[in-house]
């Protein structure tokens, strides 16, 4: 297990690297200049000149890449051309709400597409499948945004049971830091009232971010589960007089969920990409809309930090989702 | 049984929450990281209630300090310029410089230099309630200039300010000195500006750290402004409280202000339809459409300081010749751009803009294609002339596409067969082209530095600035004379003279054909009183004189 999990990070570090090589040349392919971009219309030469130089962008690409990778080895991720703050300090300020809505996504994602892709395959055909597989078309069809500004539309603007766009209430002060997520914070300091704000301020992106996933789990739920249905050994286990739920919970789901866990581990990656529309409709202040500000700013430092920490987490699950592997099939353990 | 069952199915959720769990708690903040600033303390005496916070939306994802000898974003300058005061300022709808914690000034001539001596209000008080002096206005200024960042070259190239030059005369007099070739009125009007505030000196020197203090002051207030800081939550929003110290005549009536980041527009129309908000910015063209009949809010508009121009190189055919530059201006259908914006823009054909001393109002150009005909024909422009015409991608001032205007311009050229070829470039990659002289003609806005008409006379008017007319290659020995001498004109009126001799010169010779001046919308709920903007003034929009009724 040890030795799978040190070669899977060894994987990484390749990763990583490929990804910093990727995003700094495809950063130098682009025309424009983010220095210009950065001090805007009125800027002088001279104060061009100076931020080029200040920044290092005037050495040799080579030169410049070979720095930033010096850096990035120390765990520097450089600064942001715009803000220019750390972009670690950037990432880590805005990269709690980005993981907040993220999990949350997987949770809605996990608790309908799962029991609902059951329930559908065990009454395969009724209205309960046909509603479930409407459910899966519609989740699987619209696009992030049109859902999210329906949501923000129906729910916040005409019924206002729910509250719009942000995090939190703008007249509440977030809870104290400690991992980032408001509603856990918010917890852990027994502080009920930012509680309940933040979670009711995630369910609309949640459901939102979380639609498509929900779609994609459940029909590969059903899927695996009829498959399973199929199969002898479940004829047997019936035979042998096994009650129903027995039946399923044992034999019949436990075997349908290897490929439900690698499509949750894909899914997790498709969140955090998809987190960057979300996040741009709700007012999500996380990573997501930092990169899109970034890039529309050609701020390469931050760019640059975003993908890099994207490398991180999506191997990091993939790698998660194997162990998972293991603890539910023993077959893959002794491999 | 059942438990059993149940802890089967429990095996394999249970473990996957705790990963989803553990990759979150592994993401965010390092331990040791500095969480929520210290807080300011809640305002002395009145409770803040919703009643008297005022929530103002707008896209602020530009805000990156709070530091006034560092901002120089209009997200930023907003709440800088609440919490900070300047020597002197525009108020609202003025021309004329008003004291703020200089009580009186004075412009005299010392050598071959300007100096200009202030003296202080004695009952000037920052929030911590010790006065404002002399000394802290020689720090502040100091600082400003050896932070070096983005507004510094107000001070440093500007106004020609130098450390050695800038004295405490006593506790209350500050004396600084300019040399000869310096503008005296353009210096006292970048002392309006918030890089010029005046910062508390014992509050930042402990908190200098490694950055003069720029950290410490993004997180806390230092400052004699009517608000002091609360907090500023990156990328969300800023929150100021009312200074309960606040030395000025009118305490504000709103005890605790939000100034929400919401760069979209669909969320600020909602948020100013539910009350989420009392006053937003940047209402667009169909936002302001969908706002018009609502009963709860009402439009505001205010022109901004910008000017949207069509500018050519001057040393390039064919705008190389003068008389082809003025067939241009004849050339263009200005009102069909005037309608376009649909309300969103002042027609405006001078290199000074509305709201400015030395503008003049006069708008000379309309369509007159045989005149602009007989003009290019006399500067040898054949028909069938083909010019690359560059603009940016995205949206102009004013909300309507770049490409839109450049289109309505291409087919009023059309008209007398001059091609025009559109290319798009994004915005800075487009600046660098114009920067490196490459462009022969294109579009784009400008807004001045600082407010003065020398924020805009110098880099349309002067060559040797190397800013719009060098851009242009446009080097008039004329125009540079004119700008010059305004700059240095002390005297109001002849300096007033002096702008509208070089407007209309520059209107009928320069390399543009100025185009309008874009109008901000604001939306408010009806039961806020007292907004004012101003783009002239630092900052734009007093909070203190905001009520709700």
Known sequence: MMRFILRRLGGLVFVLFGVSVMTFFLAQIVPADPVAAALGTNAREAQIEAYRRQLGLDQPIVVQYIRYTGRLLQGDLGASIRTRRPVADDLRDFLPATVELTIAAMLVTILVGIPLGIVAALRRNTWIDAAARILALIGGAMPIFYVGLLLLGVFYRQLRWLPGPGRLDSTLQPPTTVTGLYTVDALLTGNWPVFSDALAHLVLPAITLGLYSTAVLLRMTRSSMLEILGQDFVRTARAKGLSQRLVIGRHVFKNALPPILTIIGVIFGSLLSGAVLTETIFNWPGIGRYATTSVTTLDYPAVMGVALVAAVIYPLVNTLVDIGYSLIDPRVRTN | ?549
Not at chain 2, 86 to 98: A, D, R, V, Y
Not at chain 2, 497 to 515: D, F, H, R, S, W
Request: charge should be negative; glycine fraction near 6%; include cysteine.
């Open chain 2, 1 to 549: 049984m059942k438990a059993k069952r149940l802890l089967t199915f429990r095996r394999w959720i249970i473990p996957w929450i705790v990963i989803a769990l553990l990759v979150s708690a592994c993401a965010p903040a390092a331990p040791g990281a500095p969480s929520a600033p210290e807080q300011a303390g809640a305002p002395a005496g009145e409770a803040v209630t919703r009643a008297n916070t005022l929530i103002f939306a707008a896209d602020m994802t530009d805000i990156i300090t709070l530091d006034p000898a560092v901002a120089y974003e209009f997200g930023g300058i907003l709440p800088v310029g609440n919490m900070y005061e300047t020597l002197l300022s525009f108020s609202p709808g003025e021309t004329e410089l008003q004291p703020v914690l200089a009580e009186s000034w004075e412009v005299s001539q010392d050598g071959d230099m300007w100096k200009l001596t202030f003296k202080l209000n004695p009952n000037a008080k920052f929030a911590s309630g010790n006065p404002v002096t002399a000394d802290d206005v020689v720090f502040s200024w100091s600082r400003a200039i050896d932070i070096n960042k983005s507004p510094a070259f107000l001070l440093t190239d500007v106004c020609q300010m130098t450390k050695e030059n800038i004295r405490a005369v006593d506790a209350s007099t500050v004396e600084l000195k300019i040399p000869g070739e310096a503008s005296p009125s353009v210096c006292l009007s970048v002392l309006t500006f918030t890089v010029a505030a005046v910062v508390e000196k014992a509050a930042v020197e402990p908190n200098l750290g490694d950055d003069m203090g720029e950290s410490w002051l993004n997180d806390h207030s230092a400052g004699s402004g009517p608000y002091v800081l609360e907090r500023w939550e990156r990328n969300v929003s800023v929150t100021l409280n009312a200074n309960p110290n606040y030395w000025g005549g009118t305490e504000p009536a709103m005890k605790r202000v939000i100034l929400q980041n919401m760069p979209e527009a669909v969320n600020r129309q909602a948020a100013i339809e539910t009350g989420d908000a009392d006053i937003i910015q940047d209402v667009g063209p169909e936002q302001a459409a969908a706002l018009e009949g609502n009963p709860d809010v009402t439009l505001v508009k205010g022109l901004s300081t910008l000017l949207v121009y069509v500018a050519v190189n001057a040393s390039m055919p064919p705008f190389d010749n003068p008389d082809a530059r003025q067939a241009l201006r004849y050339a263009i259908n200005y009102d069909n751009i005037i309608t376009l914006l649909g309300g969103n823009g002042e027609l405006v054909q001078e290199i000074i803009p509305i709201g400015f001393a030395g503008h003049t109002g006069k708008n000379p150009f309309k369509q007159d294609l045989e005149k602009a005909k007989e003009l290019f024909a006399k500067a040898g422009v054949a028909e069938g002339t083909v010019i690359p015409f560059t603009v940016a991608t995205g949206t102009a001032p004013g909300g309507v596409e770049w490409a839109t205007i450049a289109a309505s311009i291409q087919a009023d050229l059309a008209q007398i067969g001059i091609t025009l070829e559109i290319q798009q470039l994004q915005q800075s990659e487009l600046l660098t082209k114009y920067r490196a002289q490459e462009l022969p003609m294109l579009l784009m806005n400008w807004g001045p530095d600082f407010p003065d008409p020398d924020g805009n006379a110098t880099p349309f008017a002067n060559y040797e600035a190397r800013s719009l007319a060098w851009r242009n290659n446009w080097n008039d020995p004329q125009a540079i004379e004119l700008s010059k001498q305004a700059a240095r004109e002390i005297d109001p009126a002849k300096r007033v003279e002096l702008y509208a001799q070089l407007v209309e010169y520059v209107q009928n010779n320069g390399p543009y054909a100025i185009l309008y001046q874009p109008t901000q919308i604001f939306a408010v709920r009806n039961n806020v009183e007292g907004f004012v903007y101003d783009p002239n003034d630092t900052p734009s929009i007093s909070l203190w004189l905001i009520r709700k009724k």
